[in-house]
């Protein structure tokens, strides 16, 4: 499609001067005078060989065709505006790629995160959750948040959260738990790391060899929980992950005894220089959990 000749300072003359209804405003907002406003206008007349305005002893009077222009030419000078802003402001954001193991982003990050925007509206944030597998390199991750001891080949580590494992269930279930040895009747709910049923009974001054009793395995800590929630046993999971499903009483610990196995850790490559939105996302979120701690 070949356009037809858009005379751009004319048109842009006319809108001004359409929208005001006045030359004199619209050199003010366009910051010519009001004879290079009248000039463009003039053009634009006499290129389209019909009259745009009455001229009036005490202003201007938009002609039919003038009518028909104004709307037209608004929209477009509109949208183009906020195209470039768009633009403009795309070309000072920064993306940074965080990958998240599932617990932590559903029970801590999500909830935080309109914090976080507010006071880094630059940061595209690109959030992947993982089921604490996370190969940086390959993904393209300039931060993994994962659980474990902090010890990753490569990999430089900042401690975020403790994660103490507990016994968490329904009330029903919980009902008929007296001592912690009426865990054994239960069926377990476990993730793939099977040493942490052992190290919470040893916890609660059970012996080490006990009878194996049913589990399932997940390979992630959210669905565990959610087949807690629907009463298919009871799961080991960090309380802190879930606060909301504990206050609400849909899930309840019946045991005071915990066991830490590990923790919450920020990590990236040793390699990885880091960017000024990935320090903005480093020094938010350790502030953020230092805010936590301090309030319990």
Same mark, same amino acid.
């Given at each position: &499609?070949?356009?037809?000749?858009?005379?751009?300072?004319?048109?842009r003359a006319f809108e001004a001067?359409?929208?005001?209804?006045?030359?004199?405003? !619209?050199?003010?907002?366009?910051?010519?005078?009001?004879?290079?406003?009248?000039?463009?206008?003039?053009?634009?007349?006499?290129?389209?060989?019909?009259?745009?305005?009455?001229?009036?002893?005490?202003?201007? &009077?938009?002609?039919?065709?003038?009518?028909?222009?104004?709307?037209?030419?608004?929209?477009?000078?509109?949208?183009?505006?906020?195209?470039?802003?768009?633009?403009?402001?795309?070309?000072?954001?920064?993306?940074?790629?965080?990958?998240?193991?599932?617990?932590?982003?559903?029970?801590?990050?999500?909830?935080?995160?309109?914090?976080?925007?507010?006071?880094?509206?630059?940061?595209?944030?690109?959030?992947?959750?993982?089921?604490?597998?996370?190969?940086?390199? !390959?993904?393209?991750?300039?931060?993994?948040?994962?659980?474990?001891?902090?010890?990753?080949?490569?990999?430089?580590?900042?401690?975020?959260?403790?994660?103490?494992?507990?016994?968490?269930?329904?009330?029903?279930?919980?009902?008929?738990?007296?001592?912690?040895?009426?865990?054994?009747?239960?069926?377990?709910?476990?993730?793939?790391?099977?040493?942490?049923?052992?190290?919470?009974?040893?916890?609660?001054?059970?012996?080490?060899?006990?009878?194996?009793?049913?589990?399932?395995?997940?390979?992630?800590?959210?669905? &565990?929980?959610?087949?807690?929630?629907?009463?298919?046993?009871?799961?080991?999971?960090?309380?802190?992950?879930?606060?909301?499903?504990?206050?609400?009483?849909?899930?309840?610990?019946?045991?005071?005894?915990?066991?830490?196995?590990?923790?919450?850790?920020?990590?990236?490559?040793?390699?990885?220089?880091?960017?000024?939105? &990935?320090?903005?996302?480093?020094?938010?979120?350790?502030?953020?959990?230092?805010?936590?701690?301090?309030?319990?």
């Amino acid at each position: &499609m070949v356009r037809s000749y858009l005379p751009l300072k004319a048109l842009r003359a006319f809108e001004a001067s359409a929208r005001h209804l006045s030359f004199t405003r !619209a050199a003010e907002e366009l910051h010519v005078t009001q004879a290079a406003v009248s000039h463009q206008v003039k053009l634009l007349e006499g290129l389209l060989k019909v009259p745009l305005f009455k001229r009036l002893p005490r202003g201007l &009077m938009l002609t039919q065709e003038g009518e028909l222009l104004l709307p037209v030419l608004k929209s477009a000078f509109d949208q183009m505006s906020h195209t470039l802003d768009r633009l403009g402001e795309s070309s000072h954001r920064e993306v940074l790629n965080v990958g998240v193991v599932g617990t932590f982003a559903v029970g801590w990050l999500l909830p935080r995160l309109d914090d976080f925007h507010h006071t880094y509206p630059f940061v595209d944030l690109r959030l992947s959750t993982h089921n604490n597998r996370a190969d940086l390199a !390959a993904e393209g991750l300039d931060f993994a948040i994962r659980f474990g001891t902090g010890a990753w080949h490569g990999t430089a580590a900042q401690p975020l959260l403790p994660a103490s494992l507990s016994v968490l269930c329904i009330p029903d279930i919980a009902a008929r738990l007296r001592t912690p040895a009426d865990i054994l009747g239960e069926t377990w709910l476990r993730s793939y790391r099977a040493d942490e049923w052992t190290e919470w009974l040893l916890a609660a001054g059970l012996p080490r060899s006990l009878p194996v009793t049913k589990s399932i395995v997940f390979d992630s800590s959210i669905a &565990m929980v959610e087949a807690a929630l629907q009463g298919a046993g009871v799961a080991l999971a960090p309380p802190l992950m879930f606060s909301r499903q504990l206050n609400s009483g849909a899930l309840v610990q019946p045991f005071d005894t915990t066991v830490s196995l590990g923790g919450y850790w920020l990590t990236r490559l040793q390699t990885r220089s880091e960017t000024h939105a &990935m320090t903005c996302f480093r020094q938010w979120l350790l502030t953020a959990v230092n805010l936590r701690e301090a309030n319990g």
